[in-house]
């Protein structure tokens, strides 16, 4: 499979996948009442300035998270996974998503489900300026830029 | 028992990820390709995670304080203000380019993908940067990502 061509409509397993994600920010915060945002739990984890100072559990999820599709294949499952080779663009990818979740106060997780799960407009208007500006980067790059 | 059922909580996160195509980069920008090849998948995904969350927090917030800690923290800040945009609008940018947002990018590592050996590094070095921009004040939030 390359980028750029068609991936199958799983809305079923995407679903699925989904309340297990739920719930796993459901777990967190019943143990330890926190918001399991990722961007968050990593600099809790690493103890960047201005980040939470519980870092034993941050450190923890981290691991259980890392060790997730070990886990699917260790029990006969599949892990599909494309992911761009554009090293350079990689990279500056990574360093937008690291600085602007730690600017913006959150991510994917943080913001979209932990914050939409607790009605905070914060968190909404956060989520409809990631999605739009993840809609026009893609916009731009495929359709505008050529490529795909 | 934290650091037990840390794992677990991210063990079932990671899951999730997998099971659901967000931990995919090649599905997470096809989602955003809405001009082309669009995959619908993640919105059920942000649906079922909200949803799910929803609910459970609501029967969570029944107990006085969380099992393992003492207090719930929840965000209070309600402000919409320049950095939450500016943020989101510089993370939304990556996440276009990289079809990874910073869960799937721990979770795609063990699978040692050349772009996710780039990608996680860049991420961390960019949420120091980004903290630390943050620490100091707002204003240089638009030249530190530059």
């Not at chain 2, 840390?6 to 195509?21: A, D, T, Y």
Request: with cysteine; proline share 5%.
């Amino acid at each position: 499979m390359e980028i750029g061509s068609e991936t199958a409509f799983t809305p079923w397993a995407s679903l699925f996948g989904g309340v297990l994600i739920g719930l796993s920010a459901v777990m967190v915060m019943a143990l330890f009442g926190r918001i399991a945002g990722i961007a968050g739990i990593a600099q809790g984890a690493l103890g960047l300035p201005g980040a939470a100072k519980d870092r034993d559990w941050r450190w923890a999820f981290l691991v259980g998270l890392v060790l997730a599709p070990l886990a699917v294949m260790a029990l006969g499952g599949t892990v599909a996974q494309t992911v761009p080779d554009n090293l350079p663009g990689m990279a500056l990818a990574g360093l937008l998503v690291g600085t602007g979740t730690a600017i913006g106060s959150g991510c994917t997780s943080g913001h979209g489900v932990c914050g939409l799960a607790r009605l905070s407009g914060r968190s909404l208007a956060a989520v409809a300026t990631f999605m739009a500006a993840g809609f026009a980067t893609v916009f731009v790059l495929r359709h505008i830029l050529g490529g795909a | 028992m934290r650091v037990l059922w840390g794992f677990l909580s991210g063990l079932v996160f990671g899951l999730g990820l997998v099971i659901s195509g967000m931990a995919n980069p090649a599905k997470v920008l096809n989602f955003l390709d809405l001009a082309g090849t669009w995959d619908p998948s993640l919105a059920f995904v942000m649906g079922g995670a909200t949803l799910t969350a929803f609910v459970g927090y609501r029967l969570v917030w029944r107990r006085k304080a969380p099992v393992l800690d003492r207090t719930f923290d929840i965000p209070k800040n309600r402000t919409i203000d320049t950095s939450l945009l500016t943020g989101a609008a510089l993370f939304g940018m990556g996440w276009g380019i990289g079809g990874f947002c910073p869960g799937p990018a721990f979770t795609a590592l063990p699978l040692l993908a050349p772009g996710t050996l780039v990608f996680l590094p860049a991420m961390l070095a960019g949420l120091w940067l980004g903290a630390r921009v943050k620490a100091g004040g707002y204003p240089q939030g638009k030249g530190a990502a530059s």
